[in-house]
């Protein structure tokens, strides 16, 4: 089994950066691809961004593309979302994701997933 912990949610305002972290535990030799995915109310969960364990290759949604970075720490095994220049539609809870393939967008192709954390961007 794999565990998924995600912190670093909060509120802030347009404009403004928040660093998530997604701590993952139990067969991380398992998976090798880590996303983020995000969802607002009412809405279906979408992805935002996904690397991958070894390369540390890299995807995102476009509508994070320049503002947004994936990263990840081997060694603490650790992803990281740095989200700059928020939006109030970047609002939502969004999950960090474990998948035992490489790449892929979609949310049913992911294996294992976090609790979420919330993210409010004021206007």
């Known amino acids: 089994q794999v565990q998924l912990v995600e912190s670093g949610g909060g509120l802030v305002q347009t404009g403004g950066s928040l660093r998530l972290s997604c701590a993952v535990s139990g067969r991380t030799g398992s998976t090798y691809t880590m996303g983020w995915f995000r969802q607002a109310p009412g809405k279906e969960r979408e992805f935002v961004a996904r690397i991958t364990w070894s390369f540390g290759s890299t995807y995102y949604a476009d509508s994070v593309k320049g503002r947004f970075s994936i990263s990840r720490d081997n060694a603490k095994n650790t992803v990281y979302l740095q989200m700059n220049s928020l939006i109030p539609e970047d609002t939502a809870v969004y999950y960090c994701?474990?998948?035992?393939?490489?790449?892929?967008?979609?949310?049913?192709?992911?294996?294992?997933w976090g609790q979420g954390t919330q993210v409010t961007v004021s206007s």
């Open positions: 994701a474990a998948r035992t393939q490489i790449g892929g967008t979609v949310a049913a192709s992911y294996d294992y």
